[in-house]
């Protein structure tokens, strides 16, 4: 009663734009937060198939609310859904209170009890985290301890269920998630290691999952399945090293897309290398990863993509932000496997010289690319431990996934002109997850222009110009944006993306935006009205489908 | 220090070896098998067969003695056929069937005849290769001079005939025996050799190694404790076995068979007792019977 009182007081002063008081007397208790909300008015637009739902307007907010005293802090999440936003992972409805927990910490333990996020490693065995707008959250609720008990060595421990559902409040799955981690700091460890200029940690993981979601009568279901690994980080003056090797046991899962891939009862690993160089104006980094059946949930039954996952599938390629690039052909790792490797690079050709002149330049270049392993399948009628397949380390086949050659250059052109231009060439299959049309492999050039005029001290202008080009799917898209900034409160901003190479004439589709924002202190409201067509948004490779919309949208985010 | 190192190797170790390892995760539906000879009620327990590689390269030889208990003539047939198999260190496999079309000599006859060794197979056998003579043989189940039967003189070079052919096929069986049940898992891997073209079957037949009764020699005489060598018993698979290739096949293709049997009990019969049971198994054209490769297995514990 008391906590529905709580969250109702917090959803009116939300919903009004106010905010919690902060409170800090003399450092004695801190009362800290954050708020956001975005809200959709929808149009019907047959055209680019924007359906009107019954409810004709969706509503995402949330607030984070943090008490901290002394060595004692505790807060909570108050999530609304009323309706959820359109294409927003199922899975979230109402509103309630969608996280809380407490924490303190004395002496080199710290103990957190409810709900926690944390990552192990890279996160292939365990990451824990959230992302509202993906409509991601994975978050433990339980017991979190670490531990501190010599120098240089950092130990964790947790255990506790995931979230699942969000129903006017937290629903978590039934699987069961036990976790270890262990890191040791050499240099810290031993006093006369303090100053080498080699830098060592090492680290271990173990990760357990118990449930009997599935029942299914065809196989026999692993209820307790681990999954260990260890790491390694190096640093020697301006070299750097990071290598994890994780190993999961059989973890079977349904796969609904192939039936080959249904139940495989193989041990998983993932191997993840970088190797990395940096100075002042250049850098390069190498990554490789060997991925081969990974998907690691808490639960053995099919869910939608995003849910209970315990490990994470790291992507090596380039988020990119540009609209284009970004949303139409991302890159989401293949979870029964993939090889992959990235080449980074960065390099600033110097100001005042000759070639770089007044300012110098930017100029990056990033090579990353994605195939499937070599599977050596196993006769079926002799698989009696459902192996499926073999696979060995970085044994890769001819089949590509995934390839990203682009390149940047930046360049301040005086005082007032800034210039960025960026070329990518993609081949693209997504056979792992949908994202194009159909299931083909996509071969596409995008080019973009990226100008900033700052008029004066207060006054700015971007012009962004870009263009796809691709025989398959839906063919070519052009796309400019004219943003006017009025700083420190206003910007207002229309863009237009247009997919004039539709190979069906009718689709051939204008989808202007217009969008208009205030900002004050810590206070954001933008509002933008027009179409925005469907696409992918990933956030590290995890992405989501957004169906395309006409309508009005509302949004503000605030903290205190 | 080491007291924190202690505890967490001991508590990764408690949680590693508190996962499941699933040795055999699928839910054997195999209705051809009967699971409940097999004593542990869990079937994925089962232990089943791991295969290595088939490294025979020689063609092996069927001999089907075709006797009966009252024909004279039998006992030197079977003098030969023995002879033939012990020349040729295994790669000869005999075979006594206890069949004719008219099945005179396999009769039981009271008073000194008593037993009837006569089989299902043996006598679907005998009447498609139309067997109306004791002694007489199969030697691969080769027509020779349009007929499938040949008198036992003529056996040695027949067999040496079929010893020199390059086998199209291999097999191999592997098996597991519960005298709890007395039941019997059988295991058989195919594996094609050359390419073929045509319809061909596996066959798994039960085999007495020696089986002393009652045998009649020439002059009348009464032999009460002959040894019967190598008796055809009983079908494990279908009498014409089981189709494995229908069509063509290519070289490298293996295929697989798994039969359940419950062995006859050997408290009634000593003859049943497993050390003196063997498995004969061969892949055969459908068409024409021909024998295409033949192997014994013991199941002698």
Not at chain 1, 161 to 189: C, H, S, T, W
Request: aromatic share 12%; glycine share 8%.
């Amino acid at each position: 009663m008391n906590l529905k009182l709580l969250f109702n007081t917090a959803l009116l002063v939300s919903f009004t734009g106010q905010v919690f008081f902060a409170q800090n007397n003399n450092n004695e208790a801190v009362i800290s937060g954050n708020f956001s909300s975005t809200v959709q008015y929808y149009n019907e637009d047959s055209l680019i198939n924007a359906a009107e739902p019954d409810h004709k307007l969706g509503a995402n907010s949330f607030a984070n609310i943090n008490f901290n005293k002394g060595n004692f802090s505790a807060g909570v999440r108050l999530e609304s859904y009323l309706n959820p936003l359109e294409g927003y992972p199922i899975g979230f409805n109402g509103s309630g209170i969608g996280y809380r927990y407490a924490n303190w910490n004395n002496d080199g333990l710290d103990v957190t009890v409810g709900n926690f996020y944390d990552q192990f490693g890279s996160g292939m065995i365990l990451r824990i985290w959230e992302s509202r707008q993906l409509g991601i959250d994975n978050a433990m609720d339980g017991l979190k301890v670490k531990y501190n008990p010599y120098k240089g060595v950092y130990l964790k421990g947790l255990i506790g269920k995931q979230r699942y559902r969000f129903d006017d409040g937290l629903k978590n799955g039934d699987g069961l998630v036990r976790g270890l981690d262990g890191e040791v700091n050499i240099n810290e460890l031993f006093d006369s290691l303090n100053n080498s200029k080699l830098k060592v940690t090492i680290g271990g993981s173990f990760v357990s999952k118990f449930n009997d979601d599935n029942n299914t009568a065809d196989y026999i279901m692993p209820k307790n399945v681990g999954s260990y690994g260890g790491r390694i980080a190096m640093r020697y003056g301006k070299f750097r090293f990071f290598g994890e090797y994780i190993y999961k046991e059989n973890d079977p899962y349904p796969d609904l897309v192939d039936p080959e891939f249904s139940y495989v009862y193989k041990n998983g690993e993932g191997l993840l290398l970088n190797l990395g160089y940096s100075q002042k104006g250049f850098s390069v980094d190498i990554n490789a990863k060997h991925m081969d059946n990974m998907l690691w949930r808490s639960t053995n039954v099919t869910v939608q993509p995003t849910d209970l996952l315990i490990g994470y599938l790291p992507t090596l390629s380039t988020q990119h932000t540009y609209a284009l690039a970004g949303t139409l052909y991302p890159y989401v790792p293949n979870p029964r496997g993939e090889i992959a490797f990235q080449t980074d690079i960065l390099y600033k050709i110097p100001k005042k010289t000759k070639i770089g002149g007044k300012y110098g330049w930017d100029i990056g270049l990033n090579i990353a690319t994605a195939y499937a392993p070599e599977r050596e399948f196993l006769d079926p009628s002799t698989d009696t431990g459902r192996q499926v397949y073999s696979t060995q380390l970085f044994n890769l086949s001819d089949s590509m996934f995934f390839r990203d050659i682009n390149i940047s250059i930046g360049k301040k052109i005086n005082k007032k002109l800034k210039l960025k231009l960026k070329y990518l060439n993609f081949v693209f299959d997504d056979r792992a997850i949908l994202v194009a049309k159909n299931h083909e492999l996509i071969y596409a050039d995008i080019a973009i222009a990226d100008f900033t005029w700052k008029i004066s001290t207060h006054h700015s202008v971007r012009f962004e110009v870009q263009n796809m080009w691709t025989k398959q799917d839906q063919g070519n898209w052009g796309f400019g944006q004219i943003e006017y900034s009025y700083s420190p409160h206003w910007f207002v901003a229309i863009l237009d993306q247009y997919n004039y190479g539709n190979p069906i004439e009718t689709q051939q589709i204008h989808y202007l935006l217009g969008t208009a924002g205030y900002i004050k202190g810590p206070h954001r409201f933008t509002v933008a009205y027009g179409r925005q067509r469907a696409g992918v948004f990933c956030v590290g490779g995890v992405c989501r489908q957004v169906p395309a919309s006409n309508g009005l949208t509302f949004s503000i985010t605030s903290s205190f | 220090m080491k007291i924190t190192i202690i505890c967490l190797a001991l508590l990764a170790i408690i949680l590693h070896s508190s996962c499941d390892r699933v040795e055999n995760p699928v839910v054997v539906r195999d209705t051809s098998l009967d699971w409940t000879l097999y004593p542990d009620a869990d079937t994925s327990t089962y232990p089943w067969p791991t295969w290595t590689q088939n490294t025979n390269t020689a063609q092996r030889v069927l001999l089907e003695d075709y006797t009966g208990h009252t024909c004279t003539n039998c006992p030197a047939a079977a003098v030969e056929a023995k002879n033939i198999e012990d020349a040729n260190g295994g790669n000869v496999i005999v075979m006594s069937v206890h069949a004719s079309v008219g099945g005179g000599f396999q009769q039981p006859s009271l008073p000194d005849y008593p037993l009837d060794h006569r089989t299902d197979a043996g006598n679907a056998y005998a009447i498609a290769m139309n067997m109306t003579l004791n002694p007489s043989g199969t030697i691969n189940r080769v027509i020779t001079n349009g007929e499938y039967s040949a008198f036992s003189s003529d056996w040695s070079n027949l067999v040496n005939t079929q010893l020199a052919r390059t086998p199209d096929f291999n097999i191999q069986c592997a098996f597991n025996y519960y005298p709890q049940t007395n039941g019997l898992f059988l295991h058989l891997e195919t594996e094609v050799l050359n390419d073929v073209q045509g319809t061909y079957d596996i066959v798994s037949l039960l085999v007495r190694d020696t089986l002393v009764a009652d045998q009649e020699f020439p002059q009348g005489l009464h032999e009460e404790e002959y040894d019967h060598h190598s008796v055809l018993t009983d079908n494990i698979s279908d009498i014409w076995g089981s189709p494995i290739i229908n069509g063509q096949s290519t070289a490298g293709t293996k295929l697989y068979n798994n039969y359940t049997y419950v062995v006859p009990s050997s408290d009634t019969d000593s003859s049943y007792n497993i050390n003196n049971l063997s498995v004969i198994t061969f892949v055969s054209d459908r068409d024409t019977y021909e024998v295409k490769q033949v192997i014994k297995t013991p199941l002698s514990e």
